[in-house]
């Protein structure tokens, strides 16, 4: 079965630094994944998708994730962290019937 | 730009009543979809549907739920009996068909807080 495991459920960066947020991926076939963000109170919104194109993905407000086979690995990233980046981020991959199976979750905490 | 919208946004209820809650989805969208969010828990898939029948459900979604298309525009997910552990924040989530068969990208409402007393 397809799945995805975030590593880390909290996450702390200073403004201004880099944001590394971690996941694999299990799948045995090419997988359609996803990083979504949800900001408190709000629902999920999409930041980026993976689909088999490039495997370099740029998203929304300039998040980043590189699919890596290699690794099984959809990593996201930011070069600069800002306080508006504060908000859960969940990876989910694609699965049979086009239901999206989401993993644990990374809170992201921006300090000052 | 269209969006997914839910009500109420936050339904309070007593164990043992039915609740429906309600999503309208993007007016072109053929795919609905129900997932819920257990407070500090991940968010789970419950059930898809197309062409006004259920695609596909977890095993979360047993007899106590149902969903309906009731008319054009909403998309509904009924529990009859609700308990302690349905409270939960519900989300709604819609997807265009694409005709290669390629993935649908899902867009979600801002979701209803259950909170079952």
């Known amino acids: 079965a397809q799945s995805v495991t975030q590593l880390g459920s909290h996450v702390s960066v200073s403004e201004g630094a880099l944001v590394l947020l971690r996941c694999n991926y299990s799948?045995?076939?090419?997988?359609?994944l996803f990083w979504y963000v949800q900001y408190p109170n709000q629902g999920l919104q999409l930041l980026l998708k993976?689909?088999?194109?490039?495997?370099l993905v740029k998203g929304i407000n300039g998040f980043e994730a590189e699919f890596k086979k290699s690794e099984t690995s959809f990593h996201l990233t930011k070069p600069s962290a800002h306080m508006s980046d504060a908000a859960e981020y969940f990876c989910?991959?694609?699965?049979?019937?086009?239901?999206?199976?989401f993993g644990e979750g990374t809170q992201l905490t921006v300090n000052p | 730009e269209p969006e997914v919208t839910q009500t109420p946004s936050h339904q309070v209820t007593q164990m043992g009543q039915e609740v429906i809650l309600r999503c309208v989805p993007i007016?072109?969208?053929?795919?609905f979809y129900w997932y819920r969010q257990i407070l500090g828990q991940k968010v789970e898939f419950l059930v898809s549907?197309?062409?006004?029948?259920?695609?596909?459900k977890s095993e979360i979604f047993d007899d106590q739920f149902s969903v309906e298309r009731p008319d054009g525009s909403n998309f509904t997910l009924k529990i009859r009996s609700t308990k302690l552990e349905d409270s939960a924040m519900y989300f709604c989530?819609?997807?265009?068909?694409?005709?290669?068969?390629?993935?649908?990208?899902?867009?979600f409402g801002p979701g209803t807080r259950l909170t079952v007393l």
């Open positions: 989530a819609s997807s265009e068909v694409f005709s290669g068969g390629s993935y649908n990208e899902q867009f």
């Open positions: 799948s045995s076939v090419p997988p359609y």
């Open positions: 993976y689909t088999s194109a490039a495997t």
């Open positions: 989910a991959v694609e699965t049979s019937g086009s239901r999206l199976t």
């Open positions: 007016s072109n969208h053929l795919y």
């Open positions: 549907f197309y062409n006004n029948e259920i695609s596909e």
